[in-house]
């Protein structure tokens, strides 16, 4: 508690210079803010000229690859996590490791090398930790997502290395409403796991200058329904075999309990989720600056499907099996809830050199349980706060920039039989800049950052600490005024994480016994990008190439070990290298009856290999996606195609992924038109209903995507 204190009694050091008056700004600047904060909406379409709200430079043209999704497109593709939301999007995958918990995917990176974060600031949960543990952001509340690339993602943190996903929400409110009340709310229903779900929120202007904000959400998903069997190929033959070799030693109930795994089909059991979740804010809004506050509370309980033969006993410390049950015949869930409370602070300096001055803090308590059954297994505790202090510079003919600091620290602990991980702390504190300047049709743009980041397992008496430089310069040049070209380079460093250095213990959510590896050093990493964007009058076309190349790069694998019954997953260190690509491009075909007939898609791939090791574990395959969209001023439809290809390029005991086609189709109504972003949209996915699955997940074998799912879902705006 005393993190959220010290976050609410710097609000008095922000608060007196809001107000200070400032050199009254040009009546045209003043008129477009005015223009501008009119056109709000809640997940309003994003403008041709997209703006990074995330990034600490507003308005800025960033150099490297940036993806929005906002408005009917977030509504269309909301899912219960993020990962899952983001997951149509240009180098995007998800973890889907369940229905409850899903994190991004991007350029084949997850877990400690992306970065997920609400308004520039991280999640503070325990999402990174494990690919079980659910991200505390729910998407119901969210105005627009961002996913950011290139030298820019060094103002938010060394683990940034494979890309930041920004959440914007207005739980802070950022403008005054012009009217006396303004209400946005989303519900929607899902025949696949019978899921219901519901958002609001409310703004109202107390003074001039003074906003109130309220929101909540609400989100129940029965089992999830899948298009074939649960289990994949391998895992049936598995089961299969096990049956037969019950069946010839006489053993016939298990062996018939054998088949009747192999042969399960319609549901995951165990998958259900619901997930509440409650925020408040107040922001004082005045020409020379704004200070806004908020509370929030985040509740979810999920399923976790076990594998099967996942089974294990606990152990005494003297190595005889405790008496009780052995994991897998009882199913497990986790409950977590999280507060969080969060300071944003902007004064308008005004000045020739510094035009802004930003502060951003957030603190949270954060807790979730597994459950065995009805017991508690284990109980991991994490509380951390991190802020944020920006100067943003003027213009400068051309030149402008952003120069900060930045501080995070977390106290994590895990109490149980199965705590994998000691009591640890992690502090980090960095210092950033990113600068950027036109020249003509020329543009540069140079990111640096210095962290230093200290790691402790005081119950060990094991203390790490680490410093890291990371810089990165981009270059582009627009070949006429449609088309534009630019490369980036990049050198960055990241400081191993307390999981990756300490865990060493079963983990029953993951089936897995962890073991990290004290020895780690830093991760070290150059990087490369060149792209080419063309945007003319009907057709835009987007084309990225990247290679990343790594010393001591940081992974996971199996070890082809067991202890405590489970597979054993540790830590190791090696040179790997990443490369692919991504595209993505619209055009206009014709117009008939009213509509106007749309084409677009998108492709990726991403190919990444340990050095003597093979392949990285749970990458990608190539995937294209190819959409014909009919939109006219009340009616828009949709219809697409998702191709997935196989993956055979697996590490050592990892399966291979069957590829896959996924047919989807929308319809979306809106009775006021475009101007008003009230929607009544109906959509079909996944329309065959054919076995799906995602490399990127660690519970591919036995958590299939969805089957056909029929979607309602109605937003409102007044």
Known sequence: MTKFAFLFATSALVAFPAGAQRPEPPAETVEAAQAAAQADHVHEDPPATIVITGHSIQEVDLLAGKSVLSGADLVRDLKPQIGDTLAGLPGVSATSFSPGASRPVLRGFQGERVRVMTDGIGSIDASNTSADHAVTIDPLTAERIEVIHGPAVLLFGSQAIGGAVNVMDRRIPRRVPDEPVHIDAIAAYGSAADEHSVGAAVDVPLTDSLVAHIDGSYRNTDDLEVGGFVLSPELRAEQLEIAAEEEAEGHVEEAEEARELANLSGRIPNSATETKTLGAGLAFIRDGGQLGLSVSYYDSKYGVPSRPGAEHHHEEEGGEEEEGHAHGDVPVT??????????????????????????????????????????????????????????????????????????????????????????????????????????????????????????????????????????????????????????????????????????????????????????????????????????????????????????????????????????????????????????????????????????????????????????????????????????????????????SDEQERIAAFETPTDGHTLVNASVAWRPWGKSNPTTLLLSANNIFDVDARRHASFTKDFVPLAGRDIRLSARVSF
């Open 334 to 643: 986790i409950g977590l809830e999280q507060f969080r409370a969060d300071l944003r602070g902007e004064i308008e300096a005004g000045g020739d050199f510094i035009d802004k001055i930003r502060v951003r803090l957030a603190a949270a308590d954060y807790e979730h349980t597994e459950f065995e059954g009805e017991e508690v297994g284990t109980v991991f505790k994490s509380n951390g706060m991190e802020g944020r202090f920006e100067l943003v510079q003027a213009d400068r003919g051309g030149w402008h920039g952003v120069t900060g600091a930045q501080y995070f620290v977390r106290d994590f602990e895990a109490i149980g039989a199965e705590a994998f991980v000691p009591p640890n702390e992690s502090r980090q504190l960095g210092l950033f800049t990113v600068q950027e300047m036109h020249f003509g049709r020329a543009g540069i743009e140079a990111a640096g950052r210095f962290e230093r980041s200290d790691v402790s397992a005081t119950t060990l008496g094991l203390d790490r600490s680490f410093n890291t430089y990371s810089g990165a310069i981009g270059a582009s040049y627009e070949l006429g005024n449609r088309t534009k070209i630019g490369v980036n380079g990049s050198r960055a460093e990241r400081a191993p994480s307390a999981e990756e250095l300490f865990s060493n213990g079963p983990h029953i959510a993951t089936q897995a016994f962890e073991v990290g590896n004290l020895d780690l050093a830093k991760e070290k990493s150059w990087g490369a990008e060149a792209y080419v964007r063309h945007d003319a009058s009907n057709y835009s076309l987007s084309a990225t190439v990247f290679a990343n190349w790594f010393d001591d790069y940081i992974f996971q694998a199996a070890t082809g070990e067991e202890r405590d019954e489970l597979p054993v997953f540790q830590y190791f260190q090696r040179g790997a290298r990443y490369y692919g690509f991504e595209l993505e491009g619209s055009a206009k075909l014709f117009e008939a009856a009213g509509f106007r007939f749309n084409g677009d898609v998108v492709a990726d791939y991403v190919n990444a290999t340990i050095e003597k090791g093979g392949p990285v574990p749970r990458i990608p395959p190539l995937r294209i996606l190819g959409g014909i969209e009919a939109q006219s001023d009340h009616v828009d439809g949709r219809l697409e195609v998702e191709w």
